[in-house]
C-alpha cells in the first residue's frame, strides 16, 4: 500500500532502474502463502528479502526498519576507513581508530590494500551494490562508509563474523589484522514518528543520521559530553579554536588557516533538530563570531533533518529573495483521502481532486516552508560564501544546497560529483496510519514487534533557473570539485580548506550596515556603512521610498514621510546588480 499508493517516486525507479517493486511484494506474499511450518525458512530470510525490495528502488528515505533486537542497534568495527586520491588513483585509509583498541602498525594513515581477501576498491563496489544511493557516487560512499559501520535499523547483522584487514603501516611493511564485528546498543534518538509540524516535514536519510551518532559514540566521545552539558544548561566548553555552541552535535565553528589566510568554516552535521527558529539563531550567532570577509559553509556527510531548517538557513547568507521548494504528492485515491483529513494539507487538495478529470500523475506544487517565513530576518553575513559538498549529502541537505545554487548565494565545492540526490519528505508508517481512523476501513494495520517502514511522501522541485526539476536521484551538480587528499584525510582537510580559500579570496568582500536611524519630524535619519556598494535603495515597511548613489564609508540619508514606520530595509547594488541587504526594526 505504501509504495504503490503513497510512493510518490514509484513511476521514477520504475522508469530509470527497470524495477517493480509491488511486483516483487506481491510474489513475496504468494511465497509466504505457500510455506508450511516444515518449509519455512528463518525467518532473517523474510527480513532479508523485504530490505532487498526496499533497496531496489535506490532510495534513502524509502525504508523497511528492522524489528526488535536490531533496530536499536548498530555493527562496527573499532576502526574508520575513507578514500582519498593519489598519484596512482583511489586510495582507502584508516583515519580514526577507537579510544582503547590498539593492533601492531595499525594507526590513522595506514592503507588498506585488502577485505577480506578482496582487492579493496573491488570489495567497495560489492558493498555499494548491497546499499541504496540515488547515484554512482552516492552509492560508492555508502559502500566505504558500510565496511566499518552500519545500522540495523535498515540492514541485518553482516553475515561474516569477522573481517580480514591487509594493510600497509607507516614503515611498508605489509601486515594483517583480523577483527570481529561488535554490536551494540545506539542510545534512542528524538521520536521518528511525532506528528508535530516539524516531524511532519522532515527529509532525513534515518540509516546516515545514526551512522552519524555512532561515529560521534566511537570516535568523537567529546562530542557527547558536550551534548550533556548543553542539555544541562550549560554552554559546552569549545575545543582549542572553536566557538563554542549550545548544538554541540549540531555546529561546530572555527576560522580556518588557509594559505591565503584565514576565513570562516561551520560545519552543519545535521539539521534534525526539533526547533528549526532555535537552529537558524544558532547559526547566525556563530558566524558572528568568524572571520567578516570569506565563510566555508560545510555539510558533508549531512543526512537531512528539518526542511524548514535547511531552507530557513538560506536568507542569513543572501540579499536576495528566498524562494522555497515546492513539493507534490503523487496523485492517488489514499493520497487524496488523506489530504482531505488534515487541515495544513489543503493546498494541495484541489490539484488532487482535479487529477481525477484531467489525469496528472502529480499535484499541484507548493512550499513546506512559508515563503513569508523564508525571509523574515534577511541577510545577515555579508562576506563571499562558498559550500562544500559530498555524495553523502542527503534530502533536506540537497535541498540546502540546491537553495544555495538556485539563488546563486555562492560557489558550490563538491569532493564528489555529485550530492546524494534526496529530494522529498519523508513520512513513517505511523504516522501516515494515523491521519486515518483506525478502523475496518483503513488500510493500515499496526506493524509488530517494533519493526517500521518510511516513504517518500512528497518531491520536491528547483527553483530558480533549473525551477521544476526534480532533485530526486538528479542532486546538486557542484560548480567546482576537489579531489580529496591524504593531507585532506589526516591534516583536517588541509587541501579542500585551501581551495575553498582559493575561491572566496577571488571575489569582493563586501559591507552594508545600519550604523544607526533616528526617526524626527516624521523624518527618518539614516547612518550607513558601506565597502563595495555603490547604490542603496531604501524600504519603508516594505513599499520604496528612495535611491540614492554612495561612496564606500560612511553615508548619511534621510527619508521623508516616515512617520509611522515600522521598519526599514536597505539594498545595496554594484553595477546594478543586488549584493546586499539589511533591515532594521524602528522603534
Not at 525458512?41 to 534513502?60: G, I, Q
Not at 584487514?165 to 570481529?180: F, M, P
Not at 482535479?354 to 499535484?363: C, P, R
Not at 535611491?547 to 534621510?558: F, K, N, P
Request: aromatic letters at 6%.
Amino acid at each position: 500500500m505504501l509504495l504503490e499508493q503513497n510512493y510518490v517516486h514509484l513511476p521514477l525507479k520504475m522508469a530509470m532502474y527497470a524495477i517493480n517493486p509491488v511486483q516483487r511484494l506481491r510474489v513475496l506474499r504468494r511465497q509466504l502463502e505457500r510455506q508450511t511450518d516444515d518449509t519455512m525458512p528463518p525467518e532473517w530470510f523474510f527480513h532479508s528479502e523485504l530490505s532487498k525490495v526496499f533497496h531496489s528502488v535506490r532510495d534513502l528515505h524509502t525504508n523497511y526498519q528492522l524489528p526488535a533486537p536490531f533496530n536499536r542497534k548498530i555493527a562496527f568495527l573499532p576502526f574508520l576507513v575513507e578514500e582519498c586520491t593519489g598519484p596512482q588513483g583511489p586510495r582507502f585509509l584508516v583515519t580514526h581508530t577507537t579510544q582503547n583498541f590498539s593492533a601492531p602498525g595499525f594507526t590513522p594513515g595506514v592503507e588498506v590494500t585488502h577485505w577480506s581477501g578482496v582487492p579493496i576498491e573491488q570489495a567497495v563496489e560489492l558493498n555499494a551494490a548491497r546499499f541504496a544511493g540515488s547515484n554512482t557516487a552516492a552509492r560508492r560512499s555508502r559502500g566505504v562508509q558500510s565496511l566499518t559501520v552500519r545500522s540495523l535499523k535498515a540492514h541485518l547483522p553482516p553475515f561474516e563474523e569477522w573481517v580480514t584487514v591487509s594493510y600497509t603501516d607507516a614503515d611498508g611493511t605489509k601486515r594483517e589484522l583480523r577483527e570481529n564485528w561488535v554490536v551494540e546498543n545506539l542510545p534512542p534518538m528524538a521520536d521518528a514518528d511525532s506528528l508535530s509540524e516539524t516531524a511532519l516535514a522532515m527529509g532525513l536519510d534515518i540509516e546516515a543520521d545514526e551512522t552519524r551518532r555512532a561515529n560521534a559514540l566511537l570516535f568523537a566521545p567529546h562530542v557527547i559530553s558536550q551534548e550533556r552539558d548543553a542539555a544541562a544548561g550549560q554552554l559546552p566548553v569549545a575545543a582549542a579554536g572553536e566557538v563554542a555552541s549550545m548544538m554541540p552535535g549540531v555546529f561546530r565553528a572555527r576560522t580556518a588557516q588557509t594559505p591565503l589566510g584565514a576565513f570562516g568554516h561551520i560545519r552543519i552535521f545535521t539539521f534534525r533538530v526539533e526547533d528549526p527558529a532555535a537552529f537558524v539563531e544558532e547559526f547566525v550567532r556563530l558566524i558572528g563570531q568568524l572571520p567578516q570577509h570569506g565563510l566555508i559553509v560545510d555539510v558533508r556527510d549531512n543526512g537531512g533533518g528539518a526542511v524548514a531548517a535547511s531552507e530557513l538557513t538560506l536568507q542569513t547568507l543572501t540579499p536576495r529573495r528566498v524562494v522555497p521548494e515546492p513539493f507534490q504528492f503523487i496523485n492517488t485515491p489514499l493520497n487524496l483521502r488523506i489530504c482531505r483529513q488534515r487541515a495544513n494539507l489543503a493546498p494541495w487538495l484541489s490539484s488532487m481532486e482535479q487529477a481525477v478529470e484531467i489525469g496528472a500523475t502529480f499535484s499541484g506544487a507548493f512550499p513546506l516552508t512559508p515563503e513569508t517565513s523564508t525571509n523574515a530576518i534577511g541577510q545577515q553575513y555579508f562576506g563571499p560564501v562558498v559550500l562544500i559538498t559530498n555524495a553523502r549529502c542527503y534530502s533536506a541537505t540537497d535541498v540546502f544546497a540546491a537553495g544555495f545554487q538556485d539563488h546563486r548565494i555562492g560557489t558550490v565545492l563538491g569532493t564528489d560529483d555529485n550530492t546524494g540526490a534526496g529530494g522529498a519528505n519523508v513520512w513513517t508508517h505511523d504516522q501516515i496510519s494515523s491521519f486515518l481512523p483506525q478502523d475496518a476501513q483503513s488500510p493500515y494495520r499496526p506493524l509488530p514487534n517494533g519493526a517500521g517502514m518510511r516513504v517518500a511522501i512528497r518531491r520536491s522541485l528547483r527553483v530558480g533557473k533549473q525551477a521544476g526539476t526534480p532533485l530526486e536521484d538528479l542532486g546538486v551538480v557542484p560548480n567546482e570539485r576537489h579531489q580529496m587528499t591524504r593531507r585532506d584525510l589526516l591534516e583536517d582537510n588541509a587541501d579542500l580548506l585551501a581551495r575553498a580559500g582559493e575561491l572566496l579570496k577571488a571575489q569582493p568582500v563586501r559591507a552594508l550596515a545600519i550604523t544607526d536611524a533616528a526617526q524626527a519630524d516624521g523624518t527618518l535619519h539614516l547612518k550607513l556603512k558601506t565597502t563595495k556598494v555603490d547604490r542603496v535603495d531604501v524600504y519603508l515597511d516594505q513599499r520604496p521610498r528612495t535611491s540614492v548613489d554612495l561612496a564606500d564609508g560612511q553615508s548619511d540619508i534621510t527619508v521623508p514621510g516616515a512617520t509611522a514606520a515600522q521598519s526599514v530595509r536597505v539594498e545595496g547594488f554594484a553595477d546594478g546588480e543586488l549584493v546586499a541587504s539589511c533591515t532594521k526594526q524602528l522603534a
